[in-house]
């Protein structure tokens, strides 16, 4: 399913390959698999839970060493969650954002579930399609 998940990813199907590296994550809480569900919900613009999966990676990551994209470049997961961390502050403290995932509050969809009462939601695999779709027409 991590396979999945990345080709997902790849691909910019952000809002479905999250939801299947949830459940990489549920099977295997590895580092750089919370580590890339952090990044899924940063990228679907779920900041606030992206920042609690990057603020315990911060500090338990250092060390760890993950390769990205087809040039092999390794990152210290530990310091690219502090850079994310401060990123994301950016974002919410008054950054004009140009391009991006489309939030799920902004889609108008419902929700399956919400987490831990910071009003971001989870959604469902369908949900998760149709916002892609959404994200890649513009509409």
């Known amino acids: 399913m991590s396979d999945q998940a990345q080709y997902e990813f790849a691909a ?3 809002w479905i390959a999250t939801n299947l590296q949830k459940r990489v994550v549920d099977a295997a809480p590895t580092i750089p698999n919370r580590f890339n ?3 899924g919900y940063q990228r679907t613009g779920r900041l606030e839970t992206a920042k609690g999966y990057y ?3 911060a500090a338990e990551g250092e060390g760890v060493g993950m390769e990205q994209g087809w040039r092999s470049r390794n990152f210290d997961v ?7 961390l401060l990123y994301i502050d950016w974002l919410q403290n008054g950054a004009a954002r140009r391009s991006g ?3 799920a509050g902004e889609a108008a969809t419902n929700v399956s579930a919400t987490i831990g009462g910071n009003g971001e939601a989870e959604v469902t695999d369908e949900q ?3 916002l892609d779709r959404q994200a890649r027409t513009g509409r």
């Open 78 to 84: 530990a310091m690219t969650s502090a850079d994310r």
């Open 128 to 130: 998760a399609r149709a």
């Open 12 to 14: 910019d199907n952000n």
């Open 55 to 57: 603020e315990t990676l």
């Open 37 to 39: 569900l952090a990044t």
């Open 101 to 103: 995932a489309v939030a």
